[in-house]
């Protein structure tokens, strides 16, 4: 969206500067939405500097936040006299999207069409909007167009355009993009929404059906803490200026500001020397390093009343203050498990929150609640990264001393916590933390958690296991007592804890030998449950499961049970009879048992009825319970419209109904203007598989009699028929046979009745006695052709026939290949045989001449350059030497004896090819690469291009004769493919966030 925007400051009129106009035009905002993004903020508008300090803290690239900084001070120079003008706002030139277009629904399963499909777009425009008109794009290149557009909201320049497509019910599963063209009186649009329409082979779930198969799984989660630090690092560096604290120890290179004011009045700026003192003119030294700011403030006080009595006084006359105003680097050792370790210089005031950031932070095998900070050999501090994760802060931060280490050990005891929570993760955790602590890290319950009992799958201790091959153990607790504190549930390293919900389906999954059994499906707490003490039994399972739901299917259970063999086995049983107690249902349940409780809805054949001819919305509807006639009409859309109506046969429609055994169809008419007011057959019950059929109001007459031609010859399509048409006539008509035309036969094809009164298309072969062509470089002569329509005159045709006039396989055209350049023998060369290689037609010019250049050779193909070897291929290197195809060019160029280096370099141009040389030598030829270098390119003289890798531990390729180094720059500022609503990213991505506050904050001063 393009938005230009004018608009002064408060006491000067000014222009806005085009850098800051470009990046509003961008982003689509004008000055108020400007201002009112940055109140919201918290950002001051009248600090420019803090501003960029903000913009920085969020990852803005320094160029970009420099080049805005200037443009905002060359705007406030270039302010005037002070005259005030009103912010003007400008529409888009041409029609534009202002937010995403909608579809509902944006997925459709086949088996369901047709189905309708609602599409909405908000557009902005300069002038009147006059023609909104959505589209997809199909997957075989046509247009399915949205019908009924109107508009649902705001004005002709601004609002929203909503309207139906119907998808056809023959469609096949494919993507449809959606495009709108959209119409102005002086432009016409088409714009590409990035919305697509899916329409799958699988069939969707309804939203409020549970999946059964769904459980997490410890793939699915991430550890707990380490995304933060994914951020740029320079966010969270502590800065080389102040303001610092009481606590601050003061240390060599520390830059002081003494400032005395009242009965004397003086301001020094003091630098700590190397043996940590500092001199006061007319003072003396003072020793400062290792004191406390608080404590040093009140030994220069003193030292200073010696020659300011004033300042000790009661009261005093003259008054002291004491700052710190640019910090001392300090060399800290960040090792263990983080990307980067190795020496870092930070600021005195960094913490070990500091120095993991500015290595990129642990890995993730890394420790965050272990991390030690490590001085003259002793640990002072362990630091638990936690504390900031989960609170904000750590009470008592270290701040960091030169040399200090800061020590990432490796992660401690994990256990991993999914379902039911507000942050599933895998967490570190400390000795004798509980169940308590680990639900505590993960946000607490979700208000939809099962209370009763929660489930441990555990990895047995090694001093615990009794069988080392199988060492997996479930337990199931009450997760009430686990909270409150009555069971102290302890947890070991490995533990994946799951948090049930209220209505939660669990995955099927048998492990022989463990001590449990899952049941799933139509109950009302499905998962995996420990065996023995009240659950012993199939009804134990489903009881502890809270009872089967209404929906389950009661004639059958499937009971899945793995074998000594570990192959499964599947028992069926009565699921009535098992709650009853019966001994031969309600079988004894065994380790890694797992029962399924169909529902109705699974087990049954999903019902469905048709309506098909003159309806809006013909196909297939779910039969609901108790449906009727009068509903399938409903349903057919338009029957109930008067004007529909007209196009429709009311007197008549049929219900067609397959028998119980489906061996035959009765047709069962019915009044349809009747069935639509309610009376007749308007209340008949209908049964699955039943269509309705709709007729037209006229039965259209046959006006057009015709027969089609195609093939081989000049002038085909339809002809029309007249009555004794011949084969003869038809073909002369088409303008006679084409060269090439198989003169033996020809092919056509008639419809006719079968026994069974079906219309079928039969082929029928017609001999016309003409000579087929059997010398490759013979070509049929007007005496064959006459020949040919002389024998047709015999064949009479009939309305609708085809008539297809077959190619000679014998026949052949003379296809060419160019070959140009350092050749013995130039020219168009004719392609003799199939598979004829670039060797081959080389070698027929006579090989490449003396000045010729066979690595730099090109073979182009349909305008784009096949990428190939040419030396290679005249050497006999198969992968090189390719099969050539008619209109194929060969360029042979003469050896240039130069390499073309360009782009981001400090020298653009030619320089002398050396042999074995590597692209490094031509770049440092070229004065090297330029600070903001992205990547390199190296592309051969036979046109091969190769990304090129460089690094102390790396060797560039050499480069041939005639090659090309193109030396690509970074982007100044990616642009975006569609515009954005701020607020709403502002809570979403901290990189897309920091583009529009830079805009905000620099923009500024030429806006408010």
């Known amino acids: 969206m393009l938005v230009w925007i004018s608009a002064p400051v408060e006491s000067v009129a000014q222009d806005v500067s085009p850098e800051v106009r470009e990046e509003l035009n961008n982003q689509g905002m004008s000055a108020a939405e400007a201002r009112r993004q940055a109140r919201e903020l918290g950002i001051d508008l009248s600090n420019p500097q803090r501003a960029a300090q903000q913009a920085r803290q969020l990852g803005v690239p320094e160029s970009r936040i420099n080049a805005l900084l200037q443009a905002a001070e060359r705007a406030e120079r270039g302010s005037g006299d002070g005259q005030q003008a009103e912010e003007t706002i400008a529409m888009p030139s041409v029609p534009m999207l202002t937010g995403r277009a909608s579809l509902n629904p944006a997925q ?8 309708e499909v609602s599409v909405r777009v908000p557009l902005r425009s300069e002038q009147p909007i006059e023609n909104v008109n959505p589209f997809f794009l199909t997957a075989e290149g046509d247009t399915a167009r949205v019908e009924s557009v109107e508009r649902i909201s705001g004005s002709e320049q601004e609002g929203t355009w909503e309207g139906r497509l119907f998808t056809p019910e023959e469609s096949d599963p494919a993507n449809w993009p959606l495009f709108t063209r959209v119409e102005t009186q002086d432009t016409t649009v088409v714009i590409a929404t990035g919305r697509r329409l899916e329409l799958t082979d699988t069939p969707i779930e309804d939203e409020d059906e549970p999946d059964e198969d769904a459980r997490p799984r410890l793939d699915d989660l991430s550890a707990f803490g380490y995304e933060l630090f994914d951020s740029i690092p320079e966010a969270f560096a502590p800065q080389p200026v102040g303001p610092v604290d009481d606590s601050y120890i003061v240390g060599p290179n520390d830059e002081l500001r003494l400032t005395v004011w009242g009965a004397a009045d003086f301001q020094y700026d003091l630098t700590v020397d190397r043996e940590g003192r500092i001199n006061i003119p007319d003072v003396g030294q003072i020793t400062v390093a290792g004191k406390r700011l608080s404590t040093l403030r009140e030994d220069v006080k003193q030292q200073l009343s010696r020659s300011y009595s004033q300042l000790t006084t009661d009261p005093p006359t003259a008054f002291m203050d004491l700052t710190v105003t640019r910090l001392r680097p300090v060399q800290v050792f960040v090792l263990g498990e983080v990307s980067q370790p190795g020496g870092y210089t930070m600021s005195s005031f960094s913490t070990a929150f500091n120095a993991l950031y500015s290595v990129g932070g642990p890995l993730e095998r890394g420790s965050l609640r272990n991390v030690k900070v490590i001085r003259n050999g002793n640990v002072i501090a362990t630091v638990d990264f936690y504390d900031y994760l989960l609170q904000g802060f750590a009470e008592n931060p270290v701040q960091l ?36 602590d680990l639900v505590e890290y993960a946000g607490g319950l979700e208000a939809n958690a099962y209370t009763d009992r929660f489930t441990i799958n555990r990895i047995v201790p090694f001093d615990e296991r009794s069988d080392p091959s199988i060492a997996r153990e479930v337990v199931n607790l009450n997760l009430n007592a686990a909270r409150s504190g009555d069971v102290q549930v302890g947890l070991n390293d490995g533990d994946f804890v799951r948090i049930r919900t209220i209505l939660e389906a669990d995955e099927r999954a048998a492990r022989a030998r463990v001590n449990s059994a899952q049941v799933s499906g139509a109950v009302f707490q499905p998962g995996e449950y420990e065996l023995g003490g009240d659950i012993r039994t199939v009804r134990d399972l489903v009881e502890a499961a809270d009872g089967v739901t209404g929906d389950a299917y009661m004639p059958r259970a499937e009971l899945l049970r793995i074998d000594e063999n570990l192959d499964p086995a599947v028992r069926g049983l009565d699921l009535e009879a098992v709650l009853n107690d019966d001994p031969t249902q309600n079988v004894v349940l065994q380790p890694g048992d797992s029962l399924h409780v169909a529902s109705r809805n699974a087990v049954l054949r999903d019902r469905q009825v048709r309506i098909s001819g003159e309806v809006r919305r013909p196909g297939r509807y779910r039969l609901r319970t108790d449906m009727t006639l009068r509903d399938l009409l409903a349903q057919g859309g338009g029957l109930f419209d008067e004007e529909y109506q007209k196009d429709v046969f009311m007197e008549r429609a049929d219900l067609f109904r397959e028998s119980p055994d489906g061996s035959r169809t009765e047709i069962i008419p019915f009044h349809l203007g009747n069935a639509i007011e309610g009376t007749g057959e308007a209340d008949r019950r209908l049964q699955p598989g039943d269509e309705v059929r709709i007729y037209q109001a006229t039965v259209e007459r046959l006006e057009e009699r015709f027969v089609e031609v195609s093939g081989r010859v000049k002038d085909g399509g339809r002809i029309p028929y007249r009555d004794d048409m011949t084969l003869a006539d038809a073909l002369l008509q088409a303008g006679g046979l084409d060269e090439g035309a198989l003169l033996r036969e020809v092919e056509v094809t008639r419809m006719r009745i079968d026994a069974d009164g079906n219309e079928r298309a039969t082929p029928i072969t017609v001999p016309l006695g003409g000579t087929q062509y059997t010398d490759p470089v013979s070509f049929a002569a007007d005496g064959d052709s006459a ?16 008539i297809f006039v077959r ?12 070959v140009e350049g350092e050749v013995q023998f130039p020219g168009q060369y004719t392609i003799l045989e199939d598979n004829e290689r670039l060797s081959e037609v080389l070698q027929r010019a006579g090989g490449i001449s003396s000045t010729g250049y066979a690595g730099g050779g090109r073979l182009i193909r349909e305008g784009e350059q096949v990428i190939s070897d040419i030396g290679e291929a005249i050497d006999g290197r198969e992968r090189s030497d390719i099969i050539v195809q008619p209109g194929d060019r060969i360029v042979i160029p003469k050896r240039p004896n130069t390499v073309t280096v360009r782009g981001n370099v400090a020298n653009e141009g030619l320089i002398k090819h050396e042999s074995g040389k590597r692209v490094g030598y031509y770049i440092d030829r070229a004065g090297g690469l330029r600070e ?52 709403e990213t502002l809570t979403e991505v901290t990189g897309i966030l920091s583009s529009a506050l830079t805009i905000i904050v620099l923009a500024s001063r030429a806006f408010d």
Do not use: C
């Not at 200090?404 to 490796?410: A, E, G, I, L, S």
């Not at 190619?807 to 160019?818: G, H, L, N, S, W």
């Not at 102390?952 to 004769?961: E, G, I, K, N, S």
């Open 401 to 436: 001393q030169n040399n200090d280490v800061v020590f990432v050990p490796p992660r401690g005891e994990t256990v991993a916590v999914s379902g039911a929570v507000k942050r599933p993760a895998i967490y570190e955790m400390r000795p004798n933390e509980t169940l308590a």
């Open 787 to 802: 020949q040919v329509l002389g024998e047709a005159r015999t064949f009479e045709l009939q309305h609708r026939d085809r």
């Open 932 to 983: 903001d270098t992205e990547t390199i390119l190296l592309t051969q003289a036979s046109g091969a291009t190769f990304r090129v890798r460089t690094g102390w531990f790396r060797r560039t390729p050499r480069v041939d004769d005639g090659a090309t180094i193109e030396v690509i720059a970074e982007p100044e500022q990616p642009e975006s493919e569609e515009s954005f609503d701020l607020s």
């Open 807 to 818: 190619q000679d396989p014998a026949f052949r055209t003379q296809e060419t290949i160019a």
């Open 108 to 115: 459709i399963f086949v088996g369901d069409l047709p189905r």
